[in-house]
């Protein structure tokens, strides 16, 4: 009998041979059924530089799976660009396609009975989409990021892809040339990997690598350099380890490890989108967890990396400065981290660190010091009142204020709204209302990154507040809120909101309120109405139908909540 369960089904048994015959014909021998069977889930394709140099990483992988005496199944899964349909109707598509990724690794693992899984991506939803699909079938797997892009140069000055989202606004202004404008469009993007801030990819991956469910050092390496390929080797070789101890995703993700999690986003001022996709992440390995653990999170843990979009730096700096392990040997040291969490390699939080220097380098400035934080206290802040009942994310690091109470210009979607920033109607005061932008109502929670960008072009990031049921790119900052909940189209009030309303948004007291009374409110809602649906056919039909409330992480498959 074969130790490795799941694959038995094609080893023995004279029921079994047309079972065997399929894999004779792609060369496959007797004594191949004794190994495992491991699946490469390929983010590959030429759609997006994210994911345009993952080939490598996968033949790296298939090779190593081959010297481990372990059979190598590769299979694709789909990517939607974010930095190519931000601001267009095919954004609406991006949340979908983390559904999407998790249902064909799982249809494909678990259709094929595979012992274990390699998952190689590199795209924003690549990864949530990956995770949720380890977590939920609970088979050995291993992530694999595809790695950060290098920056572009011009004049000078480092490039990423949040430049030319703000290079729009400042040239609606007549502050740049066109000159200028042209050359940062055609240098910010120099090769492959994924943008390069600490924008929603890096921030997943950083995550992942504090999960324990990737290699150490694996979450910031360029995707360009060799580094890459050698991690995707080890991470191959550890997999099949991990298959043969029947070493599971859900003995690795606990609520500690969620914590661990959490809270390195916190220090490296990661991405909004974070927190929906770790709702969904948990939902997935059945970890209770809700929006309320982020702020309980944030209370404790300071900011501690200087990283674009509000900061300095980029994930190529992080990197050379000492990477995500450094920042997590000092969070451990100063109690902020679970060290007894199990990783995917077999050792312990703290037996990864172990040989971790406890101070960052001194020549660097990227990464810091508890005694001397960029922020007291982390920056994802969940935001309530009765324009968020179930709460909202706002991202608060980088302005010197973070509150605004001003009147509202009210937009049902995201294109109302830029066209009406783009004709610089929006004024310093004002507060931008983006609505029926949710799961339900876009359907797919667009992300705001081509408004918010153009906002700060234009010089207005301070002055002006917007809130959305939509969310945000991880390169967005300013004085913005997103994944209000409930979202307009289930009757939320942010869907009761007139043009001209006083609106307060308060990061100091976690407030997001809408200065009516509860009298004229009751009003409103007797008189509102439910909007006929965007889509009825097809996959955006079936998000908008099943997506459950950002507040629990927008998943399709909640249906016993």
């Not at 298959?243 to 220090?267: C, F, G, H, Q, Y």
Request: aromatic share 6%.
């Amino acid at each position: 009998m074969s130790k490795y369960e799941r694959s038995s089904h094609i080893t023995h048994g004279v029921a079994r041979a047309p079972n065997r015959a399929m894999y004779y014909g792609m060369g496959y021998k007797e004594s191949d059924f004794e190994n495992p069977m491991i699946g490469v889930a390929n983010g590959h394709s030429t759609i997006t530089p994210c994911n345009s140099g993952l080939q490598r990483l996968a033949d790296a992988a298939v090779e190593a799976i081959k010297e481990a005496k372990a059979n190598p199944q590769i299979f694709g899964v789909p990517t939607i660009s974010d930095g190519m349909s931000m601001g267009t109707e095919g954004m609406k598509y991006s949340l979908v396609s983390r559904e999407v990724i998790a249902d064909c690794i799982e249809t494909a693992v678990q259709g094929q009975w595979m012992d274990g899984v390699v998952v190689v991506g590199g795209c924003d939803k690549n990864m949530p989409g990956g995770m949720s699909a380890l977590a939920r079938m609970n088979v050995p797997g291993i992530y694999v990021y595809g790695g950060t892009i290098k920056p572009g140069r011009y004049k000078g000055q480092d490039l990423n892809i949040v430049s030319v989202f703000e290079a729009v606004g400042e040239f609606t202004m007549k502050r740049m040339s066109e000159e200028d404008f042209k050359a940062i469009e055609q240098n910010a993007i120099p090769g492959s990997g994924s943008c390069g801030g600490m924008y929603t990819a890096n921030t997943m991956s950083s995550a992942f690598e504090a999960l324990g469910m990737s290699l150490p050092y694996s979450s910031t390496a360029s995707n360009e350099d060799g580094e890459a390929v050698e991690n995707a080797r080890r991470a191959a070789q550890v997999l099949v380890d991990a298959v043969k101890a029947d070493r599971r995703p859900r003995d690795i993700i606990t609520k500690e490890a969620l914590e661990n999690a959490i809270s390195v986003i916190m220090a490296v001022g990661g991405s909004t989108n974070a927190v929906l996709h770790f709702l969904a992440i948990a939902h997935a390995a059945e970890v209770p967890w809700t929006i309320d653990d982020f702020e309980r999170i944030r209370k404790r843990v300071p900011v501690i990396c200087d990283l674009k979009p509000s900061g300095k730096y980029l994930a190529v700096d992080l990197h050379k400065a000492g990477g995500i392990p450094q920042v997590m040997k000092i969070l451990l040291n100063a109690g902020l981290l679970h060290g007894d969490c199990m990783t995917i390699t077999g050792q312990t939080i703290s037996e990864v660190l172990e040989n971790v220097p406890d101070l960052p380098p001194t020549d660097q400035d990227v990464i810091r010091t508890m005694d001397n934080p960029l922020y007291n206290h982390g920056h994802l802040a969940i935001l309530k009142g009765n324009l968020a009942t179930e709460g909202a994310v706002a991202k608060i690091t980088g302005l010197k204020n973070p509150v605004i109470t001003g009147p509202a210009r009210v937009f049902d979607s995201e294109d109302l709204a830029m066209a009406a920033i783009m004709d610089q109607q929006i004024k310093a005061g004002d507060v931008v209302v983006i609505r029926y932008e949710g799961p339900k109502g876009g359907p797919g929670m667009r992300e705001m990154l081509a408004p918010t960008g153009a906002l700060i072009g234009q010089g207005l990031g301070e002055s002006v507040g917007l809130i959305t049921d939509g969310r945000f790119s991880g390169g967005t900052w300013g004085m913005v809120v997103g994944h209000v909940a409930p979202e307009a189209y289930v009757g939320g009030t942010i869907g009761l909101v007139e043009e001209g309303d006083s609106i307060t948004i308060d990061a100091h007291q976690l407030l997001l309120q809408l200065n009516v009374s509860d009298e004229e409110l009751a009003r409103r809602k007797a008189n509102w109405r439910q909007p006929s649906p965007r889509y009825t056919r097809g996959v955006l039909a079936k998000f908008g139908r099943l997506a459950s409330s950002a507040s629990k992480g927008a998943v399709t498959d909640a249906f016993d909540e």
